[in-house]
């Protein structure tokens, strides 16, 4: 098991994110301590601190994106700069802009990794004509690249895409509530391959309790919701449905009747563990809630618990307000199982 930690930020998400405009980031759930890092402290601290000690100005310098494989994209808006940082290890790359940014927006940072080892990274950033402007650590350049979105939309969610494998995904809307996981691979080989993809989510024909998102486990995406389901009897039952996406088809690995957690409505998907993908977080107004998908098994957990094997798993600082947590967007940082450093950039532009 690794150390990871969920943050929200209250952005607004059915707008583009901008250059330099970032929520507050609020750590909701961290797990940390494994003997692979031995953290005294949850990854937000250490985030908080990096940021702190790095920048004069704490508040001119955000995370605009989190990754899986240890590292974070940070923006300084004074002078427009990137910082690609591991803030456990505090190692971190500048790197200077090319242009002026105002017509872009930033988009995230993808990676090649190989056995847990960051291999490459590209800090993407977007112009709404879909034109890219990418910096890769392999060349140290910036370069301008164009694709063709591959269906009509009507709103994009630009905010924390999710970095995996290479690609970026983030949310579209189509028409007639129609959903869609947009997906770009930045380190396709074949030229003839479509690295630009819209998923449709498996659930258009049902009608989800909560905000369609996705998330992340043992490397693939996964998406979870919860939907009101007539029973035999004509009463209807909460159930909770998971998703992983598999050669671009959405697979469903579980679904799991909610009827025996006693709060009504009053729970909201987190995510599902990164490190196993039988187990899933849920928020209540009371404490974090996290469900076995194997066989059903609920766990209320208590704002701080320490496990046998020195584990911490923390959700003291969860909002208790619901409406705050559903207006937020989720992200999770979480830390590769050992310590790499990260390829520094060839040449500064």
């Known amino acids: 098991m690794g150390d990871y930690t969920c943050e929200i930020t209250t952005k607004e998400h059915h707008h583009h994110s901008k250059t330099g405009l970032q929520g507050c980031e609020t750590e909701i759930m961290s797990h940390y301590g494994s003997d692979n890092w031995n953290l005294n402290h949850s990854l937000g601290y250490y985030i908080s601190s990096f940021l702190t000690d790095k920048f004069e100005n704490y508040n001119e310098a955000r995370v605009v994106s989190y990754t899986d494989v240890g590292l974070i994209l940070v923006h300084r808006v004074s002078s427009q700069s990137f910082y690609v940082a591991n803030p456990v290890s505090r190692q971190c790359v500048e790197i200077l802009p090319s242009q002026k940014l105002e017509r872009f927006w930033i988009l995230g940072i993808a990676t090649r990794v190989e056995n847990g080892v960051v291999l490459s990274y590209k800090v993407v950033l977007l112009k709404p ?38 690609s970026l995904y983030w949310l579209a809307h189509g028409s007639d509530y129609q959903d869609f996981i947009v997906s770009i691979d930045f380190y396709v080989v074949d030229s003839r391959s479509d690295r630009c993809r819209a998923t449709p989510f498996p659930d258009l024909d049902k009608v989800p309790k909560f905000r369609r998102t996705c998330t992340t486990s043992q490397g693939c995406l996964m998406y979870m919701n919860i939907f009101s389901i007539p029973k035999v009897d004509g009463n209807l039952e909460d159930k909770l449905c998971v998703w992983r996406l598999e050669s671009w088809q959405w697979r469903l690995v579980s679904e799991i009747s909610l ?71 989720f992200a999770s940082f979480v830390l590769p199982q050992w310590m790499h450093p990260f390829p520094s950039s060839v040449r500064r532009v």
Not at 136 to 153: A, H, I, M, V
Request: charged residues 20%.
């Open 129 to 166: 004509n879909f034109t890219f402007l990418i910096y890769s650590s392999e060349t140290g350049l910036w370069s301008l690249n164009s694709d063709t979105f591959p269906f009509s939309y009507i709103s994009q969610e630009f905010n924390n895409p999710i970095s995996l494998n290479g």
């Open 259 to 329: 009827d025996s957690i006693k709060t009504g409505f009053d729970y909201i998907p987190l995510g599902i563990d990164p490190f196993d993908a039988k187990a899933v977080y849920l928020w209540s107004r009371k404490c974090l809630l996290s469900i076995n998908l194997h066989n059903g098994d609920i766990v209320l957990h208590k704002d701080v618990e320490h496990s046998s094997s020195g584990r911490i798993l923390n959700s003291v600082d969860c909002p208790r307000d619901m409406t705050y947590i559903l207006e937020s967007n």
